[in-house]
């Protein structure tokens, strides 16, 4: 609204804001929005999570990735460059070839009036071609060209010609790959086929589907028409069959464009599948080199609203063909931004094969002339059907498109557009994004068999180097989706993803970005604690107890082992799950003890971040000299805050041993367990007065160094200061005296030990470094 003109479609859709804010919210308890899990990227490495590739060039210019799962490979394309980097660890054993523009290839460009950068050979196509070349083409300087990359696998021999250009190979790309570096582009290979969806013109205007390559005849859509694509933006592409024949071959194209039908608006856009036959051979009179039977539908993801109205999502981000054992019928998953000016927000939808066949099985979209609105096509339509192949399947009369009757192919070029959309699974996303916190942009997704069923766990890569590892879970009875977002993994520091591919067989996931490309587990299931319950809360579908620790879970495991076997994703119940486990047992043993003084009048901390953000935090406190337990009652003195329990202003009365316990699905935790000390005010004066060495050692020690780690100086300091300490050297001295520097405690390694606590009796605990955590910004800072 601020200043700008509103259309009424987003007026709508921020009325329906507020309705769609309530959908998540639910019966929970806890914030399960919140990732359950949140890993830092030092967290990732000191895990062995993480391995990364750097390019010796420091510049990567990431445009390709090709995963190779045969010759464990994974390929990838950027600026002047190719590599070859293994699969199993990324950092080791690449192999790189140089490919850049000519000289003369440049310096044209450059005159042409582009930018230098952009006179770079960036490399767009990586395919297998066949068993011993890949077939890659770049931008060559906006002047594209292609050629084949010998790449073949080890047991083939040779070593020393294994990644190779064949440089005497080189043609011309026009139509297989973009001008323009940064255009939009999706390109697939299929029986030594190249389709591609991309602007196939210097000036970036002319935006085409192709099919470019040896055999068979060039093809493209007709030039100009607005009716096949208007303004698309290319984001993937996919061959499906759709039955046993292979003349029956489809490829899809997955895209948005602007919506001629969507009247309301005249830039509406809409997300489109487009399809074509593999075989497609043209027309012999008409649509001579184009396709006859591309057509196309609208994919919509939207929320159902009430009164009919819905929200939609209708910018694809990224798109996941996941494969099921019918390569007929893998399931399509989608990455949706919102295109409304005022309303963000991303969702993901799924969408099943038969829907998709469903939409261009049925009728066509009609428009009579420009007066009539867009209609269903309800007359007579040709044989053979527009857009089905010239196959054996449709009944074999023609073996080739060339022969298909003038009335076919005229209906199919007046009618690319099917009437009715392609609809997700459940009529809802699976998953919905309104907080504003991420800008999702890429998806993979791996299907896992779980103890209750089978799980898709989504990897969703943001613009700022997160990937979120999520699962989602459908409420029949309430017609609900319930999502869990099971960790949230800083991949990058600053650099945003851009690129993705997943292995399955060797279970990662290879996120691109500017100069580095990332390999992630899927999992580590050690990572959630060695406790039956930790290991139940935790939700994830790759991990089970087995009566030992928390472990890879595979449903084909021999009978023995899965008896001991521990498992609940759907509701994490951690009570029933592990019911004679002893597991409150072993989750208290790993309570942290920590002594903390406090100054009277003056602010304190206790600190107690639990490593899930999902559960609620509770604190009891048991004061000096009572005996029983109580829960901590806040109030504007007492806050408790993400970080712990902050005393605005300590009283003597406070002094006491402080439980902060967290509660997931009915699982009690005691995470710390904190004494405090106040130090009544005169003691102050008195240490800040006199050596309180000498004076007070018992009362004001040193604690041991792991106790509290060094990380958490520099924090505490800070934290004084935010909360009014103006005085910085006061502060200085004051964490000096209280929580002591390495010099101090150099100082102090000579003194007995009684005096590194003041109560004998507490117990040393070590803290094990993944149980503390920073504040994000206070750490990195
Ligand atoms: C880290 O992981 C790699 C493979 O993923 C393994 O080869 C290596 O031994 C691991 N290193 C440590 C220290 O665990
Ligand atoms: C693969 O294709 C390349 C390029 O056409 C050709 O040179 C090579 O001989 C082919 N290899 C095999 C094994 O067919
Ligand atoms: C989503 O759409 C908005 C508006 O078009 C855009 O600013 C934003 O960058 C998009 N998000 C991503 C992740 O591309
Ligand atoms: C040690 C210390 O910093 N004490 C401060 C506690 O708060 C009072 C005012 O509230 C300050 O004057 C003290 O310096």
């Known amino acids: ?83 070859s980097l293994s699969l199993d660890r990324i950092s080791d054993n690449y192999r790189e070839i140089h490919w850049p523009s000519t000289p003369l290839q440049s310096e044209e460009c450059v005159i042409k009036g582009r930018d230098a950068d ?242 261009f099985n049925g009728p066509y979209a009609h428009k009579e002339g420009p007066e009539y609105h867009w209609a269903l096509y309800e007359r007579k339509v040709p044989y053979p059907r527009p857009g089905s192949c010239a196959s054996k399947v449709n009944g074999g009369l023609y073996t080739t498109t060339k022969d298909y009757p003038d009335e076919a192919v005229h209906f199919a070029r007046s009618h690319p557009l099917m009437y009715q959309p392609i609809r997700p699974v459940h009529k809802r996303p699976i998953l919905v994004k309104t907080d504003g916190k991420y800008n999702l942009k890429q998806l993979a997704v791996d299907r896992v068999e779980a103890e209750d069923g089978q799980y898709d766990v989504l990897f969703i890569g943001t613009d700022n180097g997160i990937v979120l590892k999520v699962i989602t879970i459908y409420n029949q009875e309430t017609e609900s989706m319930e999502e869990v977002i099971l960790e949230e993994l800083q991949v990058f520091k600053v650099n945003c993803g851009q690129s993705y591919s997943v292995s399955f067989l ?32 935790a939700r994830d579908p790759y991990c089970a107890w087995d009566g030992i620790s928390c472990s890879r879970y595979y449903p084909t495991a021999v009978q023995a082992k899965r008896r001991f076997r521990r498992q ?50 509770i604190w009891f406190v048991q004061r000096a000299h009572e005996t029983k337990k109580e829960e901590v009652k806040t109030d504007d003195r007492i806050i408790k805050m993400d970080l712990g329990l902050l005393f605005l202003k300590l009283h003597r009365l406070d002094a006491g041993t402080y439980f902060c316990q967290t509660v997931e699905h009915s699982i009690v935790h005691t995470v710390r367990k904190i004494t405090l000390e106040v130090v009544e005010e005169e003691r102050v004066d008195e240490m800040f007065n006199k050596d309180y060495e000498e004076e007070i050692p018992h009362k004001m020690p040193c604690p041991m160094q792991s106790s509290i780690p060094q990380a958490s100086k520099p924090w505490y300091k800070e934290f004084l200061q935010l909360i009014g300490y103006s005085n910085f050297q006061r502060v200085e001295e004051y964490c000096e005296k209280v929580w002591c520097t390495d010099k101090k405690r150099k100082k102090l390694k000579m003194s007995p030990s009684k005096w590194k606590y003041a109560n004998p009796q507490e117990k040393k605990t070590r803290i094990r470094p993944e149980h503390y955590r920073l504040p994000r910004n206070i750490a990195d800072s």
């Open 506 to 537: 060797q279970q990662q996931l290879y996120v691109g970005s500017e100069s580095v490309i990332a390999q992630v587990k899927f999992h580590q299931c050690d990572m959630y604690g060695t406790a039956c319950a930790d290991c139940c809360l």
């Open 118 to 359: 952009e006179c770079a050979n960036y490399i767009r196509v990586l395919h297998r071609y066949n068993r011993t070349h890949l077939l890659a083409c770049g931008t060559g300087a906006f002047d594209p060209v292609c050629t084949f990359v010998r790449a073949g696998h080890p047991s083939e021999g040779l070593w020393c010609s294994l990644f190779q250009l064949e440089s005497h190979k080189f043609e011309r790309g026009r139509g297989r790959c973009p001008f323009d570096p940064s255009s939009s582009f999706t390109s697939i290979l299929i029986g030594g086929e190249l389709f591609t969806g991309l602007y196939s013109d210097y000036w970036g205007r002319d935006a085409a589907l192709f099919r470019t390559m040896n055999r068979m005849a060039h093809l493209r859509t007709e030039p100009d028409n607005e009716r096949l694509l208007k303004e698309p933006k290319f984001v993937g592409s996919y061959m499906i069959p759709d039955n046993e024949d292979h003349d029956d071959n489809k490829v899809y194209f997955f895209f948005t464009e602007k919506a001629l039908e969507a009247e309301t608006s005249t830039h509406a856009i809409y997300t489109r599948v487009g399809r074509v036959c593999a075989n497609d051979m043209g027309g012999q009179r008409m649509l001579v080199n184009k396709w006859t039977t591309f057509l196309k539908t609208r994919l919509v993801c939207s929320v159902p609203g009430r009164n009919g109205i819905d929200t939609h999502f209708d910018e694809l981000e990224d798109v996941f063909l996941l494969q099921t054992r019918d390569n007929k019928n893998p399931v399509i998953f989608g990455l949706f931004n919102t295109t409304s000016n005022i309303f963000r927000g991303y969702a993901v939808c799924v969408y099943h094969m038969a829907s998709v066949r469903a939409a």
């Open 1 to 83: 609204l601020l200043g700008r003109m509103a259309s009424a479609q987003d007026l709508l859709i921020l009325a329906l804001y507020g309705l769609l804010l309530e959908l998540p919210a639910g019966c929970h308890t806890a914030d399960t929005r919140q990732p359950r899990l949140r890993l830092s990227h030092k967290e990732l490495w000191d895990l062995n999570r993480t391995s990364v590739f750097r390019s010796p060039f420091g510049y990567l210019g990431l445009h390709v990735m090709l995963l190779d799962e045969y010759q464990e490979r994974l390929f990838v394309g950027g600026r002047d460059l190719l590599y």
């Open 568 to 617: 609940d994703v759907r509701h994490g119940n951690a009570a029933q799950q592990c019911f004679g486990q002893q597991f409150i047992g072993e989750v208290l043993e790993r309570t942290e003890e920590r002594l903390v003084y406090g100054i009277e009048y003056n602010s304190t901390l206790l600190e107690c971040t639990p490593r899930t953000l999902q559960a609620k935090v």
